[in-house]
Every structure is written in C-alpha cells, then in structure tokens.
T-cell receptor, first 112, second 113 residues
Framework: SQTIHQWPATLVQPVGSPLSLECTVE??????LYWYRQAAGRGLQLLFY??????ISSEVPQNLSASRPQDRQFILSSKKLLLSDSGFYLC???????????FGQGTRLTVV | KQEVTQIPAALSVPEGENLVLNCSFT??????LQWFRQDPGKGLTSLLL?????REQTSGRLNASLDKSSGRSTLYIAASQPGDSATYLC????????????FGQGTTLQVKP
C-alpha cells in the first residue's frame, strides 16, 4: 500500500533562517507531488507541483522554492524565512493528474 | 478563475441526525471533485472522489452527489456520531493534467453526544 511521510511535524524558526521540509512517498512510482499551505483563516493554497524528477511548477510568487531530487521525494525550501511564511504545510500525491489525491500529516511552521 | 464555496462555515448537530454539507464552484469545467476530512492539527483524509461523469458516490454512511452543470456538490452524512466531528473540505480538480486541487474554506462540524 502507498504511504506518505512528512517531517518534521512541528517547527519553530526565527525570521531570516533557512527552511527545509521533506516529503517522501512509498509504494508507488512516478507520482505527481504537491505542496499546499493552509494559513490561519484561509483555505488550502497550492504552492508547487511536480509531474516528474526535476520538474517543478510554481503556482504563486513567494519566498519559497521546491525541488524533486528523486522520484518519490519532494522538498520545500527557503533561504530566509519571513513571518508570513508561518502556516500548516501539506504534501500530497496522486497517480497522474486525474486520480484521488492523498495527503501527509502536515508540518506546522511558526516563524518568530 | 475557479472559486469554491462551502456553506455553512460551521454546523452543530445532536448525535443521530442526518446532515448535508454544501459545496459550490463557479466553473463547471472540472475533471472531478474530492471530499476530505481534516481533524484539528492533522492532515487531510480523503473521503470520496466523484468523477465529472458521475452523479454520486457512497462510502458507508457518506454519500456525495455532484451536479456539474449547476456547480454544486453535497456531502450527506447519515446518523451522525461524535466521531464525525471535524472540518470537511471539498476540492475541485480543473480540467487539465496537473492534478492540482482548488479548495473551499471548509465546514466545521460538531456532533454533540
């Protein structure tokens, strides 16, 4: 069966520090991978998606970047965090672009 | 631009009631629609996926319907239980092969014992 892992579960970082959130998927090959952010009082917003290794599409201009160094690994990064980067970050995967999406347990990021 | 709206934002019902959660979307050009459940501080759990060609899907006490032409979906929960308390999110997948989802703001449900 397929599983998705996200870590860390919670993170408190000072403004200006770097960020690296990791997501891995097991039990499937060549999944579509997604990073969403859920900010307080706002809905889930798609940040990045990837349809293959090294293929990253950005949905909104921001202080973050994403990379996919391996087929089932998706990394969200920042060189210098802003207060506005605080939120709940969720990784998701699907087989192709038309099937059911499955989400990880999320990372709660607080920038102080 | 596709927009997804969920009404009501919050709902409180006594245990045992049947209830309906509503989801509407502005652009009928969707590939499918997915309902999720989110417990506080947790990730999303997929409940039901309805393809654009389908009218409804059922899983246990849950039944989701889709009327693509009118831009509406409903999630029906039968015989609600306190364990059903959570936030329910609907999301549409626009036509295209990226698979990205556009979410509503959710309905927070409280089922009282």
């Amino acid at each position: 069966s397929q599983t998705i892992h996200q870590w860390p579960a919670t993170l408190v970082q000072p403004v200006g520090s770097p960020l690296s959130l990791e997501c891995t998927v097991e039990g499937t090959s060549n999944p579509n991978l997604y990073w969403y952010r859920q900010a307080a009082g706002r809905g889930l917003q798609l940040l990045f998606y990837s349809v293959g290794i090294g293929q990253i599409s950005s949905e909104v201009p921001q202080n973050l970047s994403a990379s996919r160094p391996q087929d089932r690994q998706f990394i969200l990064s920042s060189k210098k965090l802003l207060l506005s980067d605080s939120g709940f970050y969720l990784c998701a995967w699907s087989v192709g672009g038309y099937t059911e999406a499955f989400f990880g347990q999320g990372t709660r990021l607080t920038v102080v | 631009k596709q927009e997804v709206t969920q009404i009501p934002a919050a709902l409180s019902v006594p245990e045992g009631e049947n209830l309906v959660l509503n989801c509407s979307f502005t652009d009928s050009a969707i590939y499918n629609l997915q309902w999720f459940r989110q417990d506080p501080g947790k990730g999303l759990t997929s409940l039901l996926l309805i393809q654009s060609s389908q009218r409804e899907q059922t899983s246990g006490r849950l039944n989701a319907s889709l009327d693509k032409s009118s831009g509406r979906s409903t999630l029906y929960i039968a015989a609600s239980q306190p364990g059903d308390s959570a936030t329910y999110l609907c999301a549409v997948r626009p036509s295209g092969n990226t698979g990205k989802l556009i979410f509503g703001q959710g309905t927070t449900l409280q089922v009282k014992p």
